[in-house]
């Protein structure tokens, strides 16, 4: 029965998840297949792990090898995807002016990070620094990128996804309330929804909403909170091409050992994330330059996203009973804190001194 409503639930997903690609290629809207479908794709990647932490936690591990070699690859091979997404020009261009924050604040949290969870609370390392990863860059796909590099677990990806998840959809409402209680301005907010939200898609959901509550001071101050933020969110996202190519440096002998030697420092970066930044310069310089091109590259990117999203119910399919017996509420905590204190140090920052 189990492996009936395995096939059923990942059959389903797949097919919707096309469904949505097909609907973006045509220019369609989601609301135009329907009010449920549009619910849908607007919280696909929720949805998704959701359905694999339900799946794992009623019915145990399914198909295990399958489920091992999808939540790997289909990563990798959807952070090359995200690749032609980018553009070098285009995201310097959009964060030059918070690039030495997005760098101090970037580096900071990974720092503080790995002081709460793995020297207070003993996390083991590879949840912690992924913990740390999602919340210092942009939630899910700085995780997605960063845990092939550390041959993360399946189980420290489930984890570390779930602690992010769970802080985006409660910083989607919480924020904009306390920006507006707190008066800040369009760009304040913006700045601080980019660098204290985790995901791109929550950091544009309480920016547009900000905005929506405060058209005068929009048209007023000249600037939008959603433009702003997103600006230097996707600056941000650049960074996931240095954190991956750093991170094998940080954990050298531990990913020595766990391979019983050492190897080159060239051979500790992985080859997915050598294609992913050759995807960001053949877009920036060859696909970039011709109208064909263009489509290539937003296609690629369109249908990397969607991958991503299925990619977590394979992950959210490796969190157990046994598993999480095993983690425990430490995690949740150290992702709770250190979100609070980058909240709180940005907001400050911000405020009085930006």
């Not at 997903?13 to 690609?21: C, K």
């Not at 939200?197 to 950091?203: A, E, G, K, L």
């Not at 959901?205 to 969110?233: C, N, P, R, W």
Request: glycine share 12%; with cysteine; charged share 10%.
């Amino acid at each position: 029965m189990n492996r009936i409503i395995y096939v059923v639930v990942a059959t389903g997903l797949f097919l919707a998840l096309m469904t949505g690609f097909v609907v973006e290629l045509m220019g369609m809207k989601p609301i135009d297949l329907g009010v449920g479908f549009a619910f849908f794709m607007k919280h696909a990647s929720p949805i998704s792990l959701a359905l694999g932490l339900i799946f794992a936690l009623v019915w145990g591990k399914t198909y295990p090898e399958f489920t091992k070699l999808m939540s790997k690859k289909m990563l990798q091979y959807s952070v090359i995807g995200l690749g032609f997404g980018m553009t070098l020009a285009s995201a310097i261009a959009s964060g030059k002016e918070g690039m030495l924050f997005t760098i101090a604040s970037v580096f900071g949290t990974l720092l503080i990070g790995w002081l709460i969870g793995y020297k207070v609370l003993k996390v083991d390392w590879q949840t912690s620094y992924l913990i740390s990863s999602g919340t210092a860059i942009c939630g899910g796909s700085a995780i997605a990128a960063t845990g092939p590099v550390i041959k993360a677990k399946s189980e420290s990806m489930s984890v570390a996804l779930g602690v992010v998840f769970i802080l985006n959809a409660i910083a989607l409402f919480i924020f904009p309330a306390i920006g507006d209680m707190i008066g800040m301005g369009m760009k304040e907010f913006g700045m601080w929804a980019a660098i204290a939200i985790h995901d791109t898609s929550s950091v544009v959901g309480a920016g547009a909403a900000f905005d929506a509550s405060h058209a005068d001071m929009m048209a007023q101050e000249g600037v939008s909170a959603l433009e702003t933020a997103t600006a230097i969110k996707l600056t941000r996202a650049l960074w996931i091409v240095v954190l991956a190519i750093v991170t094998p440096f940080f954990f050298r002998k531990r990913l020595a050992g766990d391979e019983g030697g050492k190897k080159p420092w060239y051979k500790t970066v992985p080859m997915f994330i050598v294609w992913f930044v050759v995807a960001i310069l053949l877009n920036t310089f060859i696909l970039q330059g011709f109208e064909g091109g263009q489509a290539v590259s937003k296609y690629v990117s369109m249908l990397a996203k969607h991958c991503i999203t299925l990619s977590l119910f394979f992950i959210g399919c490796g969190l157990t009973k046994e598993t999480l017996k095993a983690v425990g509420i430490r995690p949740l905590i150290q992702g709770v804190l250190l979100w609070v204190v980058i909240s709180v140090v940005s907001l400050g920052y911000i405020l009085w001194v930006g």
